[in-house]
């Protein structure tokens, strides 16, 4: 019984790695566009990514790199310049902080305060994926453990049996 | 003159309506009346005819463009189509607040004629928090900010809608949106009804899974479609800005989603009664969050339209909702304390549980990024900006976290999983992942943040190929239906389980295209004269010319611009912008080729008005149609999860007549 | 055992008093970081034709407004005002210097003579000067005082009584 279980079941692995490498590969032939921009950074990408960490200020929650607008042409136009000056990005966002203050950096700077909007995620997840295992292992060990043991295959073979006759 | 003071008093009566249906529920319940519960259950239906009047009047003085009343002269012109004179319902502050009661007052009267006098025990007291809901935006528009309001004197012709809004997306968006809302009220109703009576199983989740499920197809359709249109039309070639309201609306579907999973371990374990109480809870006080931020204007939004004590207002009620369920919760909570046992902790539980968590930690971290600049104004006094590259930095790593958890999910059996249960369920998968990966790599694929988009993406694709495959073997082997017979009457029989499946696919497929889109965006900026060209990736654009022209309600200057690939030419583009009497800048026009592998997206910059040179921007965005492609198999999916028995039943005849 | 409970529902008051405070504090309000510091200079090719510098002032108290002939209501409810306040005090030796930003020349000339404004006003093409001054919008009006320093800035609309308070600090300071 088992033997015919686990074989079925390699069958259908290969049935599926079969069935999803055609599909890679029809993707892979698709898509090599892929290559072709993972060019080096050239001045234009390293500029878009400097400005896209400014604030465009006449806009609403946009990127100097994303704006439509002419005064962010402008200051795209101007971090350009910078960039071609050798200005490192840490000085062209100081560069603009100096004018418009804090306000115009689109992601605040990791120090003092503002590092707790950087930790707190994490540590809010730290801590509930914390408090899951601890909840989950007082559950499991306040459970009885009274029932004989089943063997899992045997298991996982009448499930799919049940699911295919008469599903949930 | 007259719809107006119809209109206000019909607004006025709805809410004298909606407080005796309110008190009428709660006293029938308490004292056992019939005749009071009966008569409330009619007052409901009354209430959604009165709402219903004054939707009409107020949809007929914006189609017959009176101009005598405040909101239409603010809300249409009298040029605008009849369709949009209908959109200016929900254009902006009054009218929104008329629609959202409406909504609820339907989705009251669907409750009362649906559930009649069943459930009686829980029913009244759900009646009178949707009617209560429903009082406070009768509340807010009778006595703060009136939809009909006169002006004197009336103006010969309306503002109009912002001409951004003049779109066909305008009639469709908007409704999404408000009907995901509007849904989540009547589980929370529901829950809050278990919680005041005292009736703490799973009956009030069964009541309203339907419900739950339908306001969150609402909600997603929602939130996708308003990407596509900002990203047809805006002219930024982006789709979602982590704008406080575009959060807004996303923190309510993160909730949501873990509350449809979560839900999924109560009804078979009948655990987590607390936390599922306060997942719906949370998830309705940040429907009332969005609408406060929408209309409260303490942040700064595109979305945004307030006036006055609307804001204040709306505290008061996202305050009095938080206390009252919050406290009923406290209450219980003896009461509520689950049968809370587990078989092992590696189980499908447990990776809910994970899954939860992540999800909560995810709004949590949009809710802080985004109350964050007030939060350091209050303590340090400083103004700063939580922007698009925090939001970005700080979710792709817990979203690929969650994509990972989406292929282990489904395949860890309920209560007991064996270690070698889980690897044969998932060596074909991660196989294939790895071998998909290396092969984006060997190609060319060297960001991090694809190939781990794809890596994960691939797993789970996997894992639902195989779990499909291995299903469909399965049945076809012990009934000997065709293949695609057993196929078909699988996904009908297990609605639930492969309809998520079919969910979770489009979410893969979805974030693939976010990953990659946003990975490998190439965009440049030219300069250009006439029959000058500039080059992007594999494409060549060259202006042709600059034109201007007067349209019925605007001045649209356009550039024609050839595109070239590999030196033949392509297709024809005309970006340009739209130049509109009252307002002070021009709105883009933008022109792209859609592809299902890459959109080549071109906007109008600036130009010289005697035609001599244009600036253009051209970008190139890969795959990221498979956003809108998943946006779509998740709604497929949850149309399976969902499908009526009747119609199950007959397709699942007509399968087996196939094999007869 | 109670009051252990009460924490659920008080959870929520933190952050409920967070979003009121919100009521009180101005989205458009944005502190500038040249307050206090040396004006950065500024080189303008006026409308009249001669040019302007922010170095050729030395000594003089300025006030730099930063305006749009688009900007309404706003720029139109404080010109007449800033043209007022020039010809008052002009012989004090106040200056009061026009910057015309995001804007087209003819439009530009049209709001100069409509509000008859005597006072040196230039375009800032490529926007170097507004985003030397930080300037998030218009109009925005900076009172820089004879040391060459920014003495204050105002976002928005300026009043008399705000104007005149202004200019007497500058005309006062050494």
């Given at each position: ?7 079925a ?6 049935w599926t ?22 060019d ?7 500029v ?32 350009r ?6 200005k ?12 418009y203050?804090?306000?115009?950096l689109?992601?605040?700077?990791k120090r ?28 499991t ?13 045997y ?14 | 003159?007259?719809?107006?003071t ?17 008190a009428a529920?709660v ?6 009346r ?8 009619n ?7 009165l ?10 003085a ?12 603010n ?40 559930h009649?006098?069943?459930?009686r ?21 009778t ?22 809004l ?5 009639l ?34 069964k ?16 939130i ?9 039309t805006?002219?930024?070639?982006g789709?979602w ?27 078979r ?23 406060f931020l929408?209309?409260?204007g303490?942040?700064?939004s595109?979305?945004?339209?307030s ?5 204040a ?7 009095l909702?938080l206390?009252?369920?919050l406290g009923l919760?406290a209450?219980?909570a ?14 499908r ?80 998968p ?34 639902i ?14 009934t ?14 297990s ?8 969910v ?5 497929i ?12 190439v965009?440049r900026?030219?300069?250009?004269k ?17 034109k201007?022209?007067e ?17 033949k030419p392509?297709t ?28 080549l ?12 040179s ?10 990221i149609?498979w ?10 999916g ?23 | 055992?109670?009051?252990?409970k009460?924490l659920?529902?008080?959870a929520?008051?933190p ?11 101005d ?12 004006a950065?200079?500024?080189r ?6 001669k040019?302007l510098?922010?170095a ?15 900007c ?7 010109a ?11 012989d004090?030796?106040?200056m ?5 930003i ?11 003579k ?10 800032d ?31 928005g ?18």
């Amino acid at each position: 019984m088992n033997r015919h279980a686990s074989r079925a079941r390699n069958r259908a692995g290969v049935w599926t790695t079969g069935f999803l490498a055609t599909g890679l590969l029809g993707l892979a032939c698709l898509l090599p566009g892929f290559a072709r921009a993972a060019d080096p950074a050239d001045l234009e990408d390293r500029v878009r990514e400097i400005a896209s960490e400014i604030r465009c200020v006449v806009c609403q929650n946009l990127s100097v790199a994303d704006s439509p607008s002419d005064l962010a042409k402008e200051m795209r136009n101007l971090v350009r310049e910078l960039v071609q000056q050798g200005k490192s990005p840490k000085e062209i966002q100081d560069y603009f902080v100096s004018r418009y203050g804090e306000f115009v950096l689109l992601s605040p700077p990791k120090r003092g305060f503002n590092l707790l909007v950087w930790v707190l995620p994490f540590l809010a997840i730290g801590v509930g994926a914390g408090g899951v295992y601890l909840v989950v292992r007082r559950w499991t060990e306040s459970s009885a453990t009274g029932r004989p043991p089943v063997d899992p295959a045997y298991a996982e073979r009448v499930r799919r049996e049940l699911e295919g006759r008469e599903g949930r | 003159m007259m719809i107006s003071t119809l209109g206000h008093f019909v607004l006025f009566l709805g809410l004298g309506v909606s407080l005796y249906a309110t008190a009428a529920a709660v006293y029938g319940a308490r004292a056992g009346r019939e005749d009071w519960l009966a008569s409330s259950r009619n007052a409901v239906l009354a209430l959604f005819c009165l709402i219903t009047a004054a939707l009409f009047l107020l949809e007929y003085a914006l189609i017959t463009s009176d101009f005598s009343l405040r909101y239409v002269a603010n809300n249409s012109t009298r040029g605008s189509l009849t369709r949009y004179k209908i959109a200016g319902l929900w254009g902006s502050l009054e009218g929104s607040l008329l629609l959202w009661a409406w909504l609820q007052a339907l989705f009251s009267a669907l409750v009362v004629a649906h559930h009649g006098a069943r459930h009686r025990s829980v029913l009244p007291y759900a009646q009178a928090v949707l009617l209560g809901i429903t009082a406070f935006f009768l509340l807010v528009m009778t006595f703060a900010v009136n939809p009909f309001a006169t002006v004197v004197p009336a103006p010969p012709d309306g503002r109009g809608l912002n001409p951004l809004l003049e779109v066909t997306d305008m009639l469709v968006h908007p409704l999404l949106l408000y009907l995901g809302y509007v849904g989540f009220s009547v589980p929370f109703a529901f829950a809050m009804a278990a919680l005041i009576t005292g009736r703490l199983s799973e009956e009030w989740l069964k009541i309203t899974r339907r419900w739950t499920v339908a306001a969150w197809l609402f909600l997603t359709g929602g939130i996708f479609y308003g990407g596509w249109w900002s990203y047809r039309t805006l002219g930024w070639g982006g789709y979602w800005a982590w704008d406080p309201v575009e959060n807004a609306s996303f923190m309510p579907w993160l909730i949501a989603t873990a509350f449809i999973h979560s839900v999924m371990i109560q009804e078979r374990k009948r655990m987590l009664k607390v936390w599922n109480l306060l997942l719906i809870t949370l998830t309705f006080a940040l429907v009332i969050f969005g609408t406060f931020l929408t209309r409260s204007g303490i942040l700064a939004s595109v979305h945004a339209f307030s006036d006055g004590p609307v804001g204040a207002l709306f505290l008061g009620f996202l305050a009095l909702v938080l206390l009252f369920s919050l406290g009923l919760i406290a209450y219980r909570a003896d009461r509520l304390k689950g049968h809370g046992e587990m078989d092992s902790i590696v189980s499908r539980e447990s990776t809910f549980l994970l899954n939860n968590v992540l999800l909560v930690g995810i709004c949590f971290t949009v809710f802080l990024g985004t109350v964050f600049p007030l939060l350091t104004e209050a303590i340090r006094g400083a103004k700063i900006s939580v922007g698009t590259p925090y939001f970005n930095r700080v979710s792709a790593p817990l979203g690929l976290a969650l994509l990972l958890l989406m292929g282990i999910g489904p395949l860890i059996a309920w209560g007991r999983a064996s270690l070698n249960n889980l690897r044969r369920n998932f060596l074909a998968p991660a196989i294939v992942a790895a071998a998909g990966a290396a092969l984006l790599f060997a190609l060319g694929v060297r960001q991090a943040e694809a190939l781990l988009a794809f890596l994960c993406g691939f797993f789970v694709i996997g894992t639902i190929a195989f779990e499909f495959i291995m299903a469909t073997r399965t049945r076809v082997r012990t009934t000997g239906e065709s293949l695609l017979a057993a196929f078909a009457v699988l996904l009908l029989k297990s609605r639930r389980r492969y309809g998520g499946l079919i969910v979770h696919l489009g979410v893969v497929i979805a974030i693939i295209g976010i990953a990659v889109s946003s990975a490998y965006k190439v965009e440049r900026e030219a300069t250009l004269k006439p029959n000058e060209r500039m080059e992007i990736g594999p494409y060549a654009i060259e202006l042709k010319d600059l034109k201007a022209g007067e349209q019925p309600t605007h001045v649209l200057v356009w550039a024609t611009l050839t595109v070239f690939k590999d030196g033949k030419p392509l297709t024809e583009l005309r970006p340009g912008q739209r130049f509109y009497p009252n307002q002070q800048t021009p709105f883009a026009s933008v022109d792209a080729r859609y592809r299902w592998d890459e959109d080549l997206y071109t906007i109008l910059s600036t130009f010289e008005r005697d035609g001599s040179s244009a600036t253009i921007k051209a970008m190139i965005n890969p795959m990221i149609a498979w956003i809108w492609i998943g946006g779509c198999v998740i709604l497929l999916g949850v149309i399976v999860a969902v499908l009526p028995e009747r119609r199950l039943a007959l397709l699942a005849l007509r399968a087996k007549a196939q094999v007869a | 055992m109670t009051w252990k409970k009460l924490l659920i529902p008080l959870a929520s008051v933190p952050v409920i008093l967070l979003l009121a405070y919100g009521f009180w504090t101005d989205p458009k309000a944005i502190p500038s970081p040249l307050v206090q510091k040396a004006a950065p200079d500024f080189r303008l090719a006026g409308f009249d034709g001669k040019e302007l510098s922010l170095a050729g002032l030395k000594g003089m108290p300025v006030v730099l407004n930063f305006w749009a002939s688009w900007c309404y209501p706003a720029c139109h409810d404080e010109a007449p005002l800033l043209e007022s306040t020039w010809r008052k005090y002009k012989d004090q030796g106040l200056m009061v210097v026009g910057v015309d930003i995001q804007d087209k020349e003819p439009n530009a000339r049209e709001f100069i003579k409509r509000f008859n404004f005597t006072f040196p006003n230039g375009p800032d093409p490529g926007s170097k000067v507004s985003i030397d001054y930080g300037v998030y919008g218009v109009p925005e009006t900076f009172f820089i005082d004879r040391q060459g320093r920014i003495a204050y800035k105002h976002v928005g609309a300026l009043s008399p009584v705000l104007m005149e308070e202004q200019v007497q600090a500058l005309l006062k300071g050494r």
